[in-house]
């Protein structure tokens, strides 16, 4: 998917929404687990009641991974289903991958080849060379880790040398490994006061934006700081959204929900004439 058919999207469907599929069998409704595949009924059930509110879903690899083949089946499944019933639909390997060179191929070929998603979330630590590789699929994207939402970003990531932090050093070198058709970046919404910076360094960029919803992040902050003539956001929200309800109604409830950002961000785009 082109940067300007997710704008597309984008106004379409007046969302700049990301639905996290952070499916975790111990959350999903008992009656599911009666089913043959209960991951992938919840998953089903979730993208059909949200398909219209948001422009991409981003599965986090953790939560399939930890349940060995049935967790790699249950994906794959829901890959499939979100192509071949809403294809418009940008989705999100939530991996956090890079390795060197050769292996990083290899972990491309695994997203784009053996499984047919839109981008793949890839560390920078390892340099340009395990992040590369990625970029050689046409109409495939790397969404880069820059500021990350979590308390451990301060470890690292803020980490100051010659007064450039290691966030600000990571956005500077990385967006010529790539261009702002294939390269995004995650920045945390629960470090929205630093978005503004990160926008001068990477004006064109899509960043993927975390940490709204059940980590506190503002929404609106983060559009303030970091929307561009673009768009140029993608918002995600797992928990609040999916977990909405634990009961047979968790579909509907998970709508209810996706319709409320929706119709936030709808009033933002529209206050920032992109619609
Ligand atoms: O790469 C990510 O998506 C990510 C980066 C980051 O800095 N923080 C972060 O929370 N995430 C992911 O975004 C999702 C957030 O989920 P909720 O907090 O439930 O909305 C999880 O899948 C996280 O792994």
Same mark, same amino acid.
């Given at each position: 998917?082109?940067?300007?058919?997710?704008?597309?999207?984008?106004?379409?469907?007046?969302?700049?929404?990301?639905?996290?599929?952070?499916?975790?069998?111990?959350?999903?409704?008992?009656?599911?687990?009666?089913?043959?595949?209960?991951?992938? %009924?919840?998953?089903?059930?979730?993208?059909? $009641?949200?398909?219209?509110?948001?422009?991409?879903?981003? +599965?986090?690899?953790?939560?399939?991974?930890?349940?060995?083949?049935?967790?790699?089946?249950?994906?794959?499944?829901?890959?499939?289903?979100?192509?071949?019933?809403?294809?418009?639909?940008?989705?999100?390997?939530? %991996?956090?991958?890079?390795?060197?060179?050769?292996?990083?191929?290899?972990?491309?070929?695994?997203?784009?080849?053996?499984?047919?998603?839109?981008?793949?979330?890839?560390?920078?630590?390892?340099?340009?060379?395990?992040?590369? +590789?990625? &970029?050689?699929?046409?109409?495939?994207?790397?969404?880069?880790?820059?500021?990350?939402?979590?308390?451990?970003?301060?470890?690292?990531?803020?980490?100051?040398?010659?007064?450039?932090?290691?966030?600000?050093?990571?956005?500077?070198?990385?967006?010529?490994?790539?261009?702002?058709?294939?390269?995004?970046?995650?920045?945390? $919404?629960?470090?929205?006061?630093?978005?503004?910076?990160?926008?001068?360094?990477? +004006?064109?960029?899509?960043? &993927?934006?975390?940490?709204?919803? $059940?980590?506190?992040?503002?929404?609106?902050?983060?559009?303030?700081?970091?929307?561009?003539?673009?768009?140029?956001?993608?918002?995600?929200?797992?928990?609040?959204?999916?977990?909405?309800?634990?009961?047979?109604?968790?579909?509907?409830?998970?709508?209810?929900? $996706?319709?409320?950002?929706?119709?936030?961000?709808?009033? &933002?785009?529209?206050?920032?004439?992109?619609?």
């Amino acid at each position: 998917m082109t940067r300007s058919e997710l704008f597309e999207q984008i106004r379409r469907k007046r969302s700049y929404l990301c639905v996290g599929l952070d499916t975790d069998i111990n959350k999903i409704p008992r009656y599911l687990l009666d089913t043959s595949d209960p991951v992938f %009924a919840f998953n089903q059930q979730i993208i059909d $009641a949200t398909h219209d509110l948001c422009v991409a879903y981003k +599965p986090n690899l953790a939560f399939y991974e930890s349940l060995g083949v049935n967790g790699w089946n249950s994906l794959e499944k829901t890959v499939n289903y979100i192509r071949y019933n809403y294809p418009d639909l940008f989705i999100i390997a939530d %991996a956090k991958r890079g390795d060197i060179g050769n292996t990083s191929g290899m972990y491309a070929k695994a997203f784009f080849d053996a499984m047919d998603f839109d981008a793949v979330t890839v560390a920078p630590y390892m340099g340009e060379d395990s992040v590369t +590789p990625f &970029l050689t699929y046409v109409g495939k994207w790397v969404i880069l880790l820059a500021l990350t939402s979590n308390k451990g970003a301060f470890d690292f990531q803020l980490m100051t040398e010659n007064g450039e932090k290691l966030y600000e050093k990571v956005l500077k070198t990385s967006q010529y490994w790539g261009t702002s058709d294939n390269l995004m970046y995650v920045v945390g $919404a629960t470090k929205a006061e630093m978005i503004a910076d990160i926008r001068q360094l990477v +004006p064109d960029h899509f960043l &993927l934006v975390p940490g709204v919803g $059940a980590q506190g992040g503002s929404l609106r902050e983060v559009t303030e700081k970091g929307m561009n003539d673009q768009c140029g956001l993608l918002v995600n929200s797992s928990r609040q959204i999916i977990y909405a309800s634990d009961g047979e109604d968790f579909a509907a409830k998970a709508r209810e929900a $996706a319709k409320e950002v929706q119709i936030e961000m709808e009033a &933002l785009l529209d206050a920032h004439r992109l619609l």
